[in-house]
């Protein structure tokens, strides 16, 4: 259960506008596919679910590539991180829904995501940086659950400064459905004319939701953006065709003004809705970087190899092992 809840009766509303963009009745987005997330390996050996596996880059657009990380409950000395590893070309977002990771990066960032909290690092022109649960969870295990997405840069972004936001979980904007069956946590962007406190480089949105069993949430979801939503846990009904979904699927949703999510299990329906505007360049990705063409990965390697995109810090951190029991 996410560790950010909140009572939605007192919470500000997410009221649907009245009329879609066209000025007639708001169209709820119809259902264009929905996948299901191969389960994989990340890092040092932390199970993750590839949530966008399978969907063209034209669908995903901001959007390249996403693992949902747990939910696990470690034994003690199970969990694991990454090493210290280089990113250029665009943004990784690490959302914490359970549990802690200690971060580290080249340019000075650092500090402790947990329990609803989101690193946003903007990887631009280069950075080095490191990710790994800290040594107290290594020792007692624990529930740890949460998503690393990332976030593709135009192509006039992606040599920026590397930058770096730390969003605390109070910084989140938390908002109801109009009868309070769902609680929507606002990361980044603006729903129904709420904002959340994430800064993008381009017009995006990221927020989970949570809705409760048998309630139905009707997101306004602005035209220009593509629409996603993937299930972090439970089960549920999505557009207004009601397709089933389950915990590891990503829903693509076509045009239209809403999405609409309905809880049909007997357990709370956790999802992740994503949505921006296209930036509509060439996508090449090759390991930590994301560039526009196959000549700039290659410029990144070589540059990684000279040390130009950081070098990992005098008292950088490692990841703990520790002495197995
Ligand atoms: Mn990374």
Request: net charge negative; glycine share 12%.
């Amino acid at each position: 259960m996410p560790a950010v809840t909140a009572d939605t009766l007192t919470l500000p509303r997410l009221e649907v506008p009245l009329a879609g963009a066209d000025s007639s009745a708001p169209r709820s987005r119809p259902v264009r596919s929905i996948t299901t997330a191969p389960d994989g390996y990340e890092g040092e050996g932390f199970p993750v679910r590839r949530a966008f596996a399978g969907v063209p880059l034209a669908d995903l657009d901001p959007f390249v590539h996403m693992d949902q990380m747990g939910e696990v409950d470690y034994a003690p000395y199970e969990p694991r991180g990454t090493d210290w590893h280089p990113h250029r070309g665009f943004e990784t977002v690490t959302y914490i829904i359970d549990g802690t990771f200690v971060h580290q990066d080249s340019h000075g960032g650092g500090g402790t995501i947990s329990d609803g909290a989101t690193q946003w690092m903007t990887a631009g022109r280069g950075i080095l940086h490191i990710e790994t649960p800290p040594e107290e969870l290594v020792v007692s295990g624990g529930l740890f659950h949460g998503v690393q997405l990332w976030v593709n840069l135009p192509s006039r972004s992606k040599m920026v400064e590397p930058r770096y936001q730390n969003l605390d979980a109070d910084l989140v904007t938390l908002v109801a459905s109009p009868d309070g069956g769902a609680l929507v946590r606002l990361i980044a962007g603006d729903l129904g004319g709420h904002r959340g406190p994430g800064s993008t480089h381009t017009p995006i949105v990221v927020a989970h939701a949570t809705v409760a069993p048998g309630a139905q949430l009707v997101v306004p979801w602005d035209p220009t953006f593509n629409a996603l939503a993937y299930v972090l846990a439970g089960s549920g009904a999505v557009g207004d065709e009601r397709h089933p979904v389950r915990t590891g699927q990503l829903v693509v949703f076509g045009d239209g003004d809403t999405v609409v999510l309905t809880a049909t299990g007997a357990d709370s329906l956790d999802v992740l809705l994503l949505g921006g505007q296209p930036i509509r360049e060439p996508v090449v990705q090759y390991g930590p970087f994301v560039m526009n063409t196959k000549a700039e990965v290659q410029q990144a390697f070589e540059d990684f190899q000279r040390g130009v995109l950081g070098t990992v810090p005098a008292d950088g951190i490692r990841p703990f092992r520790g002495r197995r029991s």
